[in-house]
């Protein structure tokens, strides 16, 4: 609590000249001293200035008082995020490049204006293109590879191990905001820039990774992003935050979230469960449960089922059919397997590139999958 009232008070004293104006109206609003002290830093003027673009640095980091973690970022020079960039003609060794790589940098690395636009987010402790999580089970690779074996999209594997593999788990949480802004900071620049269009990029993220592109989507607007995937969201340092906080529909034109190890209502964070389980986006799918029922199924799994059957050359061609109900227990009961309203969970471009599958509509709409032989992680 002390380094907070520091932190508030050092902001203060750097800011006193444009918040004097407000601090008789703040004191008579507000009784409770962190009330006050959020309310002053909202006064703070705001730069957004091309190159700093960055909340912690130039409004109070917005949301930080209000934030679950109580600790403050990682500064970007410290995190050593890497924009990986793979193309048709350049599949297996990536293009490096960083967040203030400037427009003419990504064309001389190969990116294509005309190509819609990946991006591949991975969770807490892992990186590109292997890490504590993911060695057994490369998926970031996988998902790339199965993106260009079916489209001539860029992809951009966004590596931010550093950031994400901190000691304890909480400091990744908070250092998600500013992972996300770079990235938000990127697409605002090529499409500025470039002309490429926010609505033909799709951000793609895991665990943590899935905040991440929220957080990215939130600092892209007129136009913005055209679609957020979201694969078993993080739940611990995200549960009961208000939607500035996390994944939220609304950070892209269509969001849709595949939830596999979520902790169920009341439940014990990492103990009971990896993910999020209340519904976070446009469309929500369940892997064998809901948000009162532990969902039986591995965190990491979330991303298999987007890419296993394309990815795996002994696959039967049978891919995942989730289906609409409106609770878990009328799907277990059989009264929503009609194939009426159904969705495939694999990341088939054919059909999630075409905005015509895309449900838009602000309330959140539930689908459901059951399988077999499923161990808990």
Same mark, same amino acid.
């Given at each position: 609590?002390?380094?907070?009232?520091?932190?508030?008070?050092?902001?203060?004293?750097?800011?006193?000249?444009?918040?004097?104006?407000?601090?008789?109206?703040?004191?008579?609003?507000?009784?409770?001293?962190?009330?006050?002290? %959020?309310?002053?830093?909202?006064?703070?003027?705001?730069?957004?200035?091309?190159?700093? @673009?960055?909340?912690?640095?130039?409004?109070?980091?917005?949301?930080?008082?209000? %934030? !679950?973690?109580?600790?403050?970022?990682?500064?970007?020079?410290? !995190?050593?995020?890497?924009?990986?960039?793979?193309? @048709?003609?350049?599949?297996?060794?990536?293009?490096?490049?960083?967040?203030?790589? #400037?427009?003419?940098? $990504?064309?001389?690395?190969?990116?294509? *204006?005309?190509?819609?636009?990946?991006?591949i987010v991975h969770g807490w402790l892992e990186k590109y293109p292997g890490g504590i999580q993911s060695d057994w089970y490369n998926w970031m690779e996988q998902m790339k590879n199965v993106i260009l074996n079916?489209?001539?999209?860029?992809?951009?594997?966004?590596? $931010?191990? /550093?950031?994400?593999?901190?000691?304890?788990?909480?400091?990744?949480?908070?250092?998600?905001?500013?992972?996300?802004? !770079? *990235?938000?900071?990127?697409?605002?620049?090529?499409?500025?820039?470039?002309?490429?269009?926010? #609505?033909?990029?799709?951000? *793609?993220?895991?665990?943590?990774?899935?905040?991440?592109?929220?957080?990215?989507? /939130?600092?892209?607007?007129?136009?913005?992003?055209?679609?957020?995937?979201?694969?078993?969201?993080?739940?611990?340092?995200? *549960?009961g935050q208000p939607p500035h906080n996390r994944l939220a529909v609304g950070d892209a034109s269509f969001v849709s979230v595949i939830h596999t190890n979520g902790i169920p209502i009341n439940g014990l964070p990492?103990? #009971?469960?990896?993910?999020?389980?209340?519904?976070?986006?446009?469309?929500?799918?369940?892997?064998?449960?809901?948000? /009162?029922?532990?969902?039986?199924?591995?965190?990491?799994?979330?991303?298999?089922?987007?890419?296993?059957?394309?990815?795996?050359?002994?696959?039967?061609?049978? #891919?995942?059919?989730?289906?609409?109900?409106?609770?878990?227990?009328?799907?277990?009961?059989?009264?929503?397997?009609?194939?009426?309203?159904?969705?495939? !969970?694999?990341?088939?471009?054919?059909? $999630?590139?075409?905005?015509?599958? $895309?449900?838009?509509?602000?309330?959140?709409?539930?689908?459901?999958?059951?399988?077999?032989?499923?161990?808990?992680?």
């Open positions: 609590m002390l380094r907070i009232v520091t932190l508030y008070t050092f902001i203060l004293i750097c800011n006193s000249q444009s918040l004097s104006n407000g601090v008789n109206e703040v004191a008579n609003s507000f009784v409770d001293l962190s009330s006050a002290l %959020h309310a002053l830093l909202n006064k703070v003027p705001v730069n957004r200035k091309y190159d700093y @673009c960055f909340g912690n640095y130039t409004n109070g980091f917005n949301g930080f008082i209000n %934030h !679950m973690t109580g600790l403050l970022p990682m500064s970007p020079n410290q !995190m050593d995020v890497k924009f990986l960039l793979f193309t @048709c003609n350049n599949r297996d060794n990536s293009q490096n490049l960083t967040y203030l790589s #400037q427009p003419n940098e $990504w064309t001389a690395a190969g990116f294509n *204006i005309s190509a819609r636009t990946k991006f079916n489209s001539c999209a860029n992809v951009v594997a966004i590596d $931010w191990y /550093k950031p994400a593999s901190t000691s304890y788990l909480i400091q990744s949480v908070s250092n998600t905001k500013i992972v996300g802004q !770079m *990235i938000g900071c990127v697409i605002n620049r090529l499409s500025a820039n470039l002309g490429v269009d926010p #609505q033909d990029i799709h951000l *793609i993220g895991h665990s943590l990774g899935s905040h991440v592109v929220g957080f990215a989507g /939130k600092h892209v607007t007129n136009p913005n992003v055209g679609h957020i995937t979201a694969t078993d969201p993080a739940g611990p340092g995200f *549960i990492v103990i #009971q469960g990896q993910g999020y389980s209340e519904a976070l986006g446009n469309i929500d799918a369940y892997v064998n449960g809901d948000v /009162k029922k532990k969902i039986l199924c591995n965190h990491i799994r979330s991303n298999y089922y987007a890419i296993t059957d394309q990815s795996d050359p002994q696959s039967t061609g049978c #891919q995942p059919i989730a289906y609409k109900c409106d609770s878990y227990d009328n799907f277990l009961r059989g009264l929503c397997a009609d194939g009426s309203d159904s969705l495939p !969970m694999e990341l088939d471009l054919n059909y $999630w590139d075409n905005k015509s599958n $895309w449900d838009t509509t602000d309330t959140n709409n539930k689908y459901y999958i059951n399988t077999g032989n499923v161990l808990e992680p």
